[in-house]
């Protein structure tokens, strides 16, 4: 199926969590913070939401700084 993540445009494998989808498209365990459709997705839920063809998916890692 094909989604929207971070503006590009990618094919995953249906179904798909979030989870899944966030696995495939961060190369390293860092905290980020996802969005399916402009909805932030709890970190608790992502296992459970599955995502569907054409959801838009925003992957945002956190960045300290001043």
Same mark, same amino acid.
């Given at each position: 199926?094909?989604?929207?993540i971070?503006?590009?445009?990618?094919?995953l494998?249906?179904?798909?969590? !979030?989870?899944?989808?966030?696995?495939?498209?961060?190369?390293?365990?860092?905290?980020c913070?996802?969005? !399916?459709?402009?909805?932030?997705?709890?970190?608790?839920?992502?296992?459970?939401?599955?995502?569907?063809?054409?959801?838009?998916?925003?992957?945002?890692?956190?960045?300290?700084?001043?």
């Open positions: 199926m094909q989604v929207t971070n503006g590009k445009t990618e094919n494998a249906d179904p798909c969590t !979030v989870a899944e989808a966030v696995l495939r498209f961060r190369s390293v365990d860092v905290p913070a996802v969005e !399916v459709n402009e909805r932030l997705v709890p970190h608790d839920k992502r296992e459970s939401i599955s995502l569907k063809a054409g959801d838009r998916i925003e992957i945002v890692t956190l960045v300290g700084g001043g």
